[in-house]
């Protein structure tokens, strides 16, 4: 009898139509997998042997990297200059980001029939564009300079700071919110004492994060007009100066890694404030 029991309690596991989609489900995936590599012409062979002729490449074209180049004052200001483009696309896009998160939040929106689809469209059109493209774009519209850069980099700030703002604004306690609008407050009253004070240390965790992220977006966008260390790379590029490029792809890497680490410390400092 008991073996007749787990017998049954061993098949009553398997349920079949379920078991059946889900092996139906792995399997179009790999016929989508296998039918991509095909279709693509990815032949799996060759990277196996990428790493080597990456290596030839690195070595012989690359190395060693010309030093005495990114040393150089104008290419040390240019570096300035996408620190002071990352600085100011982070600031003027989370400055921008405070109302529209606000306006895109449902729960704290002042108007939900104009202000809420307002936020949600420019948040969504701020982040469906990539950062490059909008560099190129207002490169075409307003020339070569840091100006488009700091465009594109605000724009990809408000988009991304935006929607996480937004998120975490939705997800305050109503109460502090039903408490303050009890006293007759206005909507600008209930933003300033009863969501900000609950999501300042998030927010503060988000635009350190769109900080580090914009610095290094802020090395590639001037890659297509926006000056900075991007410009110097696509110069060497185009002349053919192996030698420099390797020395500012390096420094760029550097650079990252500094901010990498800065913009952690930063972050568990305001951990440490929440716990």
Sequence with gaps: MNHINSTNTRWSRFKFPDTAIKWSIYMLILVFIWFSLIYLNIHLGRSLTMFGRIWHLLYFRYYPPRISHVLSRGYLWSIVET??????????????????????????TPNKKILYPLGRGVIIASRSVHEMIWTIIFVIILGYGMLPGVIA???????????????????????????????????????????????????????????????????????????????????????????????????????????????????????????
Excluded at 89 to 102: E, H, M, Q
Excluded at 161 to 188: H, M, W, Y
Excluded at 253 to 273: D, G, H, N, P, Y
Aim: glycine letters at 8%; a positive charge.
């Design 83 to 108: 620190i002071q483009m990352a600085f100011l696309g982070t600031l003027i896009g989370t400055v921008l980001a405070i109302p529209f998160s606000w306006f895109a939040s449902f729960n704290v």
């Design 153 to 275: 980099l605000t724009l990809r700030t408000l988009g991304f700071s935006g929607k996480l703002f937004a998120e975490e604004i939705e997800a305050i306690d109503r109460g502090q919110v039903e408490a303050i609008q009890a006293t007759g407050a206005n909507p600008l009253q209930l933003l300033c004492f009863a969501v900000l004070p609950q999501v300042k240390v998030a927010w503060t965790g988000i635009t350190i994060y769109a900080w580090d992220s914009a610095f290094r977006a802020a090395t590639v966008v001037g890659f297509f007009g926006a000056g900075g260390m991007g410009w110097y790379l696509r110069r060497a590029v185009d002349q053919i100066q192996y030698h420099r490029v390797a020395a500012i792809l390096l420094s760029i890497i550097i650079l990252v890694v500094v901010s990498e680490i800065t913009s952690a410390w930063a972050r568990s400092k305001v951990a440490s404030q929440t716990s």
